[in-house]
């Protein structure tokens, strides 16, 4: 079974950083890739960043291209979305996730993710 713990959220104002993490266990070779989405309130949870971990490519929203990179220590397990250049727009909870099955372009929809982590929080004020 597997099992995501995130960490590292917070508050920062804008333009400052943070880095989350994602702890995971009991990965296997379907829990490739893995994925960051976050999740505002009254909104539905959007895709923000996934990583092929055997190919290295990486996938992110356009509202996120340039500010977000996300990465995969496959030692440890951990996957990281380092965020820079935060706006309050960004504010929302993040959440982990792995188990998807679909086609590479749908990466973006939760429904086609099967694993998640219980959430960080990251609030951005101007």
């Known amino acids: 079974q597997v099992q995501l713990v995130e960490s590292g959220g917070g508050s920062v104002q804008a333009g400052g950083s943070l880095r989350l993490s994602c702890a995971a266990s009991g990965l296997t070779s379907s829990s490739n890739p893995m994925g960051w989405f976050r999740q505002a309130p009254g909104q539905e949870r959007e895709g923000v960043a996934a990583?092929?971990?055997?190919?290295?490519?990486?996938v992110y929203a356009d509202s996120v291209k340039g500010r977000f990179t996300i990465s995969q220590d496959n030692a440890k397990p951990t996957v990281y979305l380092q965020m820079n250049s935060l706006k309050p727009e960004d504010t929302a909870m993040y959440y982990c996730a792995s188990g998807f099955q679909g086609l590479s372009s749908e990466w973006r929809s939760q429904r086609l993710w099967s694993a998640w982590g219980q959430g960080t929080l990251v609030t951005v004020s101007s």
């Open positions: 990583i092929y971990s055997r190919s290295g490519i990486t």
